[in-house]
C-alpha cells in the first residue's frame, strides 16, 4: 500500500456510505470457510458487490473501484464496472490515464490495465498518441521486453499515429540490449508496417548492413540472425547471390566461436543453391579437423558440424541432414514429371 | 531429482480446495474457475479426479453462468472467454456438457466474433488471438464450430504469423510460446495445421531449450515450467517433438517439484502455485512419463475425455 493510503477508514465508518449494505462473496452451495484475509479488502469487495448489485454508477462507486483495484487489479469484474461508471459519469478521462500510469508503475504485467488503457485510449483518439508512446517507453526502462506494452504500442503506432520516431527508438534499445528481441521484432514492425518507409525492398541495403553489425558484435544473438533471413523473406534470388551474406557466414565461422547460427544460415544458402566458395570450405574443414569427413556434399557437412556443436537439438539437424536428400529426390521427381 | 511426487501433488490440490482463507485465495477469488480447471485436470491425469466431490463442483461451476450465456471466473462475476472455455473444460472433464443449453453458450461466444475472424474475450472488444483459440476450442468441445466463420478466424490467426514461424497476440507481434500454443491449437482443432510453417516454427520451438533443459517462452528469457506445456503442445502438434532433449526436460520439470507439501514452481526452489503445477504434470504427461494419463495438445484435456466426446 501507498503511504497516502496508510490510514485508511473502513467503509463502515464513513457516512457517504451509510444507506449501503454490503454483499459477501457467494462460495457456492458449499459452505464457506469464514474469511480470514485482510479484512479492509474483504470490506471493499462487500461493498463494491453492493453497488455492482444495485448497479449504482456515481462517483463514491467510482472511488470504489479504484480502492477495490489497488486491492487487487486482477480482477476483472472490478475494472468492467469501472468503465460503465466513466462512461456514465462522461468522467476526465486524462484523470483516468494518470489512474492507470499509478498503477502500472507497481505491476505493469497485469491484462486488465492494459486493456483499460487502450480503452481510455482510443475514447482519446489520435491527441493521445504522443502520450501514449511515452507511456510505453516509460514501462520499457524497467522491462524492455514487457508483452503488453508492446502490444499496446504497436497498436498506438497503427491507430493513432507516431510512426516518425520510431525506428530511431529501435536502434536506441538495441544499442541498450542488442539482445533484445521484443526490439528486434519491434524492428521488422517498422520497416514492414512504417506508412511511410515503403517496405522491405527499399529499405533492405540499409537494414542488412546494420544487421550484421549487431550480428558481429554478437554472433551467438539469435535475433538478428533471424531478422536478417526476414530481410530476404520474399527474395530468395537476392538471398542467395549477397555476397554481404555469405561474407558474414565466412567470418563467423573464421572466428571459430559461437558458429552454431552462421552455420545454420550457411545451410539455408546452400539448399538455395548457393555455391560456396573455397574459403568457406575451408573455414568449414577447419571446425571438425580430426572428422576428417568423407561426405563430400558441403551441406551434408555442415549438418555434421552442427550435430556435434549444438548436441540438445542433435535430431533437428539429423532431420536438416536428412532432408538434404529428400530434396534431391524432390528434384528428380519433378525431373520425370516435366 | 527422483521422480514424479504424485501422491503429494494430489494432496496439495486437493488441499487448495479447502483452503479458501488465505490471501492468495482472496486475490483469485476472480478467476476460481481456472484455478479448478488446473486443479481438476491434475488430478485426472494423476488418476484421482474421483477423490472430488463431482456434485458440488458441477452446481458451483453452472452457478458462474452469466445470463448471456458465458461464464464469469466466479459466482457473480462478469463472464469472459477466458472463464467459458475453462467451464466446458471441467464439464467435459466429467461428462457433463450435456447439461449445457448449448445453443446459449455457442451463441454468447459467436456474437464475439469480429468482421475480420478475430475474437474479443467480452463485450469491451479487447482482440487477441488467445480468444481465438479460446473461442474455437469451446465451440468444438461443444461440437458447435458451425456457429462462427471458421475461414475467417483461420485467416486472422495466419496474418499473426511473423518471420521467425512463430505467432503473436495481433499482426506483427512478437513471436511468443503462449500466442503460439493458441494459434497452433487453434489451427490444429479446425484443421488448418497446413499454413503453418512446421520446419521454421520447429525449429524456433526447439531453441526455446537451455542449458538446464527447460524451456523458455521466447530468446534470451528464463526457462519456467509452464512453457513445457506450451512449447512442447505445439511441437507435438506440427510433429517435431523429437527436436528437444525431451529427459533434460523431464530432469527439470522434475526439480521444480516440492517434493515434502507437493506442488510444482515455475523454477527450482521457487513458491509452487496451482498453475505450474498443472502445466509441470501436463507437460510430463505430453514427455510420456510413466503412471500419467495421457492429455491431448490441442484440448489441453485428457486424451480419453477427448475421446469420449467425439467418438462417441
Ligand atoms: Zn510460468
Known sequence: MDSDEDERIPLSQRPEWSDITPVPQDDGPNP?????????????????????????????????????????????????????????????????????????????????????????????????????????????LNDAKNYHAWSHRQWVLQNLGGWEDELAYCDKLLEDDIFNNSAWNQRYFVITRHPGLGGIEGIRDSEVNYTIKAILTKPENESPWRYLRGLYKNNMKAFVTDSKVSTLCLKVLTSKVNCVFALSLLLDLLVHGFEPTQDLKNALESLIPESNNLDSDVAARVCLVLEIMDPMRVNYWRWRKSSLSSHVEDGVKNLSVH | MGQLAAEKHTKY???????????????????????????LTTLDILGNLKAVEQEAVISWVMSCQHESGGFGGNIGHDPHLLYTLSAIQILSLFNKTQILNIPKVSTYIS???????????????????????????????????????????VEYIISCKNLDGGFGCTPGAESHSGQIFCCVGALAITGCLHYVDKDLLGWWLCERQVKSGGLNGRPEKLPDVCYSWWVLSSLIMIDRVDWIDKEKLVKFILECQDIENGGISDRPDDAVDVFHTYFGVAGLSLLEYPGLKAIDPAYALPVDVINRLFLK
Open chain 2, 111 to 153: 456474437t464475439l466474433q469480429n468482421k475480420d475472424g478475430s475474437f474479443s474475450g467480452d463485450k469491451w472488444g479487447e482482440i487477441d488471438t488467445r480468444f481465438s483459440y479460446l473461442a474455437i476450442c469451446s465451440l468444438s468441445l461443444l461440437n458447435s464450430l458451425d456457429k462462427i466463420n471458421v475461414e475467417k478466424a
Open chain 1, 32 to 140: 464457506v470457510v469464514p474469511i480470514a484475509y485482510s479484512e479492509e479488502f474483504a470490506e471493499t469487495m462487500d461493498y463494491f458487490r453492493a453497488v455492482y448489485l444495485a448497479d449504482e454508477r456515481s462517483h463514491r462507486a467510482l472511488q470504489l473501484t479504484s480502492e477495490a483495484i489497488h486491492f487487487n487489479a486482477g480482477n476483472y469484474t472490478v475494472w468492467q464496472f469501472r468503465r460503465v461508471i466513466l462512461e456514465a459519469l462522461n468522467a476526465d478521462l486524462h484523470d483516468e490515464l494518470e489512474f492507470v500510469e499509478h498503477l502500472a508503475s507497481k505491476n505493469s504485467k497485469n491484462y486488465q490495465l492494459w486493456h483499460h488503457r487502450r480503452w481510455v485510449a482510443e475514447k482519446l483518439g489520435s491527441e493521445a498518441a504522443g502520450r501514449e508512446l511515452e507511456f510505453t517507453k516509460n514501462i520499457f
Open chain 2, 13 to 39: 490440490i486437493l488441499q487448495i480446495e479447502k483452503k479458501k482463507d488465505d490471501i492468495e485465495s482472496a486475490l483469485t477469488e476472480h478467476l476460481r474457475i481456472n484455478g479448478a480447471y488446473w486443479g
